[in-house]
């Protein structure tokens, strides 16, 4: 058997359906922390708002953390590899034009976990806002700018 790339191996088994809830992470190139600077990881929400706008996803909750990010999704139409790919595209394209950059912006691949009906939503929602509590970026969540979850009471919008 041929050895495949890492990126590969993500999608064996990999198996979709619409109206299915999904965690899906993707990884910057070289985990750079390019999301240090806010404005350019509301560049990456944005694109999470307009996926649930076209109607390919509606957002259930997500984080742009300085490497990486996490959307918990329900899935509407397409696939999960087209939704990325074209989250990850629109999302490089703006990011690279706002920061002079030139290249890639992410790794190849991502990763999806499909929740079980019996999964608590809520919960896995507050574990992924709560990512940048666990890695030490603040001592409250509504200190880091770049969360949001349909279930979130803030007076101020994090993605604007």
Known sequence: ???????????????DE???????????????PVFRQVALGRLVAE?????QEL????????VVMPDHFHWLIDLKRGSLSELMQRTKSLSARVVNM???REGSL?????HDRALRRDDDLVQMARYVVANPLRAGLVQK???YPLWDAI????TSCPSS
């Open 106 to 110: 992410w790794q190849p691949g991502f």
């Open 18 to 32: 619409p109206n299915r809830i999904y965690l899906l992470t993707a990884n910057t190139l070289f985990r750079a």
């Open 141 to 143: 969540l509504d200190d």
């Open 1 to 15: 058997m041929p050895k495949l790339s890492a990126s590969h191996r993500l999608r064996l088994g990999r198996y």
């Open 55 to 62: 109607g390919f996803a509606d957002s259930l909750a997500w």
């Open 151 to 154: 279930w979130a009471t803030r």
């Open 47 to 51: 694109q999470f708002r307009k996926a």
């Open 98 to 100: 706002a920061a002079g």
